[in-house]
């Protein structure tokens, strides 16, 4: 029994496709059909699989229903967090999409999932990414206010949402933690953040985030060993559609 995650599937079987990237980057030629071949080879039903948002581009739930099957018919039991582009998923109709795809489907939100003795806890996640003005030479000088003050907002109320994740894990008696974000858990001018501060605070022992695809983006945050916690990007095209193991 192992447990594995990866981001930014970014389905279209039954919508429209305008991401510029994915419509002519090599990478995410018959990206479906790679990353298939990987689950299909490493993993077995008796395995988990944490997507960590950006599902699909579908705009709405019949958008969506040949992409969230694609993602049914993977081995094991599949996890799934909120992305900015999962249109299809109101926060508050979580209870009616698990109703739906269960026992296959598990959509998370504020709530946590058991893997061995780990309570697996996520949420979207927020992070200000501009605009950022620069100078001639590249650097930031300043940004947008407002932008950044809606930015904040968005933050605090994902941290409670996550908040409330690691609390109902702790309420059942969990002490180790894996937590799972979509967006980064630091933007590119934050060395920490609230989200790095609450992976502290709960002793989580890995972040596993998403949403920075493309080479230029890949490394916007933050890698590897930080304040003692495992940070890790998993979005598709970073893993090349290979799915990152987490834990055995």
Known sequence: MSLYAIGDLHLHFQSVLRAPGQLSGRVWKNHEEKFRNYCKKLMTEEDMLVLVGDHSWGRNLSECEKDL????????????????????????????LNDLYKPELTFLQDAYEAYQDYALVGTKGFTFEGP???????????????AEIHARKLVERELQRLRKSFELAKADG????????????????????????????YGAEQVIYAHCHGESRFNDSIHGEYRGRSYHLVSGDYLRWKPMKVLD
Not at 174 to 201: C, Q, V, W
């Open 69 to 96: 099957q694609y993602i049914r018919e993977l081995p094991g039991r599949k996890i799934l967090t909120r992305g900015n582009h999962d249109m299809f998923w109101d926060a508050k109709k979580t209870k009616q």
């Open 132 to 146: 950022f003005y620069l100078d001639r030479r590249g650097r930031i000088t300043g940004w947008d206010d407002e």
């Open 174 to 201: 969990f002490r180790k933690y894996i937590m799972f974000l979509h967006y980064p858990p630091t933007n590119i001018l934050e060395e920490r953040s609230g989200f790095t501060d609450m992976a502290e605070e």
